[in-house]
């Protein structure tokens, strides 16, 4: 009886491929696992592939729900934006994919799991490093680490010599990645950072030239820092995710075109869609500045960069990202609200926002009469949060004097 492998698998060029090379050439049980985190596939089409290219068996596990609720309302909540652009869509699912890998390996009494991530990217560390926290007895084969197979299109040569069926072709070779938060586009005429994208690499948006010449409006609220309704309406996180995808895609939110430092040296070049996270990050960045006082909002920042490195690098088990998690659940108490977001060519911004729990307080902001502020007393804290520059004015000025008679 063969060992048995647990490969993660989508049906794509990549992975495809793998499964018959772990079939012929480490002569595997290969146990196809295709983890659904909101990619829009035919799963039963994927299923079917895999079993016909020579899995033993294949599991499709639903994980959008938990995707959405521990994963990426974490990262709102976190404000976590590797790099000021980039909304961490990959990155997000990896680990939850890794773990359903582990689960799966455990349950089948598999020795080995396997996964289609290259050995330039980020993708092998996120999964190698949740199946270490999780099972560091579990081997791992990157395929692409050790076969001679190349580049994409000798890939995609392998795939016709096998009579695999792929989704690409030589002249599409785009490499892309598809969840419920995003999709990325990389490799083709991409890799060279002074061709400007082709507009048919977008598959979600709309360019902002070809979107709708009227705006938007949307109300989102978010309890505790998590969306909960739309418009009024209650929805689950993944009703809402898909919801702003739709309507946020339709107004060209959230396109970015950006060269990136990945975590093994090199940048990279990608164009990431995501209109529905942009659209739910700017909510809760406003509902934050309306209920968070100004050293918590100032040190949050802090955490967010910390916390969007952690999750690039693939550290979401790591210590620190849960002791980051527990500060950041801290905050949001109050964060409780609703905002109007106004949808544009492009543009997202929020137009008004209020909360129970605010901060703002139109009885002492107002530039009318007032009975609850005291002008005069700026003038005592003006004296005193001045002081250091005044001591350090006095005293240059007498250097500045024993200078002159020393001369």
């Known amino acids: 009886m063969?060992?048995?492998v647990v490969l993660a698998y989508s049906g794509g060029l990549d992975t495809s491929v793998i499964l018959k090379y772990l079939e012929e050439e480490y002569r595997y049980d290969v146990i196809a696992v295709c983890v659904d985190?909101?990619?829009?596939?035919?799963?039963m089409a994927v299923k079917k592939k895999a079993l016909e290219t020579g899995a033993v068996k294949v599991y499709i596990e639903d994980v959008k729900e938990e995707f959405v609720k521990d994963y990426i309302f974490k990262g709102i909540k976190a404000g976590a934006v590797y790099e000021?652009?980039?909304?961490?869509?990959?990155?997000?699912a990896r680990p939850?994919?890794?773990?359903?890998?582990?689960?799966?390996?455990?349950?089948?009494?598999?020795?080995?799991i396997a996964h289609g991530a290259t050995g330039k990217g980020n993708d092998q560390v996120r999964f190698e490093a949740t199946i270490k926290a999780m099972n560091p007895n579990l081997k791992i084969i990157s395929p692409w680490r050790e076969w001679k197979l190349n580049s994409r299109e000798v890939l995609v040569d392998y795939a016709?010599?096998?009579n695999i069926p792929i989704?690409?072709?030589?002249?599409?070779?785009?490499?892309?990645?598809?969840?419920?938060?995003?999709?990325?586009?990389e490799g083709g005429n991409l890799e060279d950072p002074w061709n400007a994208y082709h507009d048919e690499v977008l598959k979600w948006s709309n360019t902002s030239e070809k979107a709708p010449d009227e705006a938007q409006v949307i109300l989102i609220d978010y309890f505790q820092g998590e969306p909960i309704k739309i418009?009024?309406?209650?929805?689950?996180?993944?009703?809402?995710?898909?919801?702003?995808?739709?309507?946020?895609?339709?107004?060209?939110i959230g396109t970015i075109d950006i060269v990136e430092n990945r975590l093994v040296g090199m940048k990279s070049r990608g164009v990431y869609e995501t209109p529905g996270g942009t659209i739910l990050y700017e909510g809760h960045k406003a509902l934050e500045k309306l209920t968070?006082?100004?050293?918590?909002m100032s040190f949050k920042k802090t955490v967010a960069l910390k916390y969007a490195e952690l999750v690039y690098d693939g550290l979401w088990l790591s210590p620190l990202k849960e002791a980051l998690d527990a500060f950041v659940e801290s905050t949001q108490i109050n964060v409780t609200g609703q905002v109007k977001i106004k949808l544009y060519k492009g543009n997202c911004y929020t137009i008004a926002s209020t909360s129970e729990y605010s901060l703002y307080s139109e009885e002492f902001v107002t530039f009318g009469a007032d009975e609850v502020y005291n002008q005069k007393d700026a003038e005592g804290f003006i004296n005193l949060f001045t002081l250091p520059l005044k001591i350090r004015a006095i005293m240059n000025q007498k250097k500045t004097k024993n200078e002159v008679k020393a001369i």
Do not use: C
Not at 96 to 111: H, S, W
């Open 84 to 92: 000021d652009d980039y909304l961490l869509g990959t990155a997000f």
């Open 96 to 112: 939850l994919i890794a773990k359903k890998l582990v689960e799966i390996a455990e349950k089948e009494g598999a020795e080995a």
């Open 160 to 162: 016709k010599a096998h």
């Open 292 to 296: 968070l006082d100004r050293a918590t």
């Open 37 to 43: 985190v909101g990619q829009r596939d035919d799963f």
């Open 231 to 252: 418009n009024g309406e209650k929805m689950n996180p993944v009703e809402i995710v898909k919801y702003l995808n739709e309507i946020g895609g339709k107004h060209g």
């Open 2 to 4: 063969n060992k048995k």
């Open 167 to 185: 989704p690409v072709t030589k002249k599409d070779i785009y490499s892309r990645d598809e969840n419920l938060w995003h999709i990325s586009h």
